[in-house]
T-cell receptor, first 113, second 113 residues
Framework: KAGVTQTPRYLIKTRGQQVTLSCSPI?????VSWYQQTPGQGLQFLFE???????NKGNFPGRFSGRQFSNSRSEMNVSTLELGDSALYLC????????????FGPGTRLTVL | AQTVTQSQPEMSVQEAETVTLSCTYD???????LFWYKQPPSRQMILVIR??????QNATENRFSVNFQKAAKSFSLKISDSQLGDTAMYFC??????????FGAGTTVTVRA
């Protein structure tokens, strides 16, 4: 079974631009979660989608948004990029129940200049 | 909000020895889930072990075991017979029925040959 894939792996943007990151979950998984990892704030939950519905959202500004498609692939978008958005963005997929293992992708390293 | 505290930023252990990582959490929930994740230098996050709060028995996965003390809100991880491949950052995480993982700050474990 193929693992969770994230594209692109690395991204460099400038302040004010917008960016879209993509996550393809493991086949059969209907839940996709997004996390931001930074040295200062650690791992922080962004949002979780299940069957195209957002079930939970973290404490991030509205510049951060996401969506999930009918094939369970998910995208997250960050508009009006700030220097502080530089981070590793991790995507995780699972079947959807709380105790079920979340399988993480390799992440997208976003650098904002 | 749930908080997860890992008080040991770094731990070092000799190969074949045992190391214990501490984790405490704060919640008013009665039913929840606890996890330990491993993030090696390659950055792919991997689930090490998980525990449901209503289960009294401590979870065990090969060389990894936990000591779950619900009243004390403590969830420590013991790595026995440490191997060089265990070198990684270890994160303790909490989840209730909201599909959101709350992570601790992490403990860097270095296994010395």
């Amino acid at each position: 079974k193929a693992g969770v894939t994230q594209t692109p792996r690395y991204l460099i943007k400038t302040r004010g631009q917008q960016v879209t990151l993509s996550c393809s979950p493991i086949s059969g998984h209907r839940s996709v979660s997004w996390y931001q990892q930074t040295p200062g704030q650690g791992l922080q939950f962004l949002f979780e989608y299940f069957s195209e519905t957002q079930r939970n959202k973290g404490n991030f500004p509205g510049r951060f948004s996401g969506r999930q498609f009918s094939n369970s692939r998910s995208e997250m978008n960050v508009s009006t990029l700030e220097l502080g958005d530089s981070a590793l963005y991790l995507c995780a997929s699972s079947s959807g129940a709380p105790l079920n293992e979340q399988f993480f992708g390799p992440g997208t390293r976003l650098t904002v200049l | 909000a749930q908080t997860v505290t890992q008080s040991q930023p770094e731990m070092s252990v000799q190969e074949a020895e045992t190391v214990t990582l501490s984790c405490t959490y704060d919640t008013s929930e009665n039913n929840y889930y606890l996890f330990w994740y491993k993030q090696p230098p390659s950055r792919q996050m991997i689930l090490v072990i998980r525990q449901e709060a209503y289960k009294q028995q401590n979870a065990t996965e090969n060389r990894f075991s936990v000591n779950f003390q619900k009243a004390a809100k403590s969830f420590s991880l013991k790595i026995s017979d440490s191997q060089l491949g265990d070198t990684a950052m270890y994160f303790c995480a909490f989840m209730k029925d909201d599909y959101k993982l709350s992570f601790g700050a992490g403990t860097t474990v270095t296994v010395r040959a």
